[in-house]
């Protein structure tokens, strides 16, 4: 029987990740620290902001050069 890991411990050996505590952080950069830039989060915004870059550019590309796809 294999033994169980205490709480808290990763399998990796990594000691977990500290809360940031600071009273005169604003909300705004929480949010940002949290949410946007916590590597837990990174990949799934990066795949987020890959969807958004395309689908803009394919509307900018289809303004920009639409007329060349009708047949003449």
Known sequence: MSR??????SPFGAPPRRAI???NESAFSRF???QV???ENLPG???ILTAVTVF???I??????GELMIPA
């Open 4 to 9: 169980r890991a205490a709480p808290g411990v």
């Open 21 to 23: 505590h600071d009273p």
């Open 32 to 34: 940002m620290r949290e």
């Open 37 to 39: 830039w916590s590597p």
């Open 45 to 47: 915004n990066i795949s």
């Open 56 to 58: 803009f550019g394919g």
């Open 60 to 65: 900018a590309a289809i303004r920009t050069w």
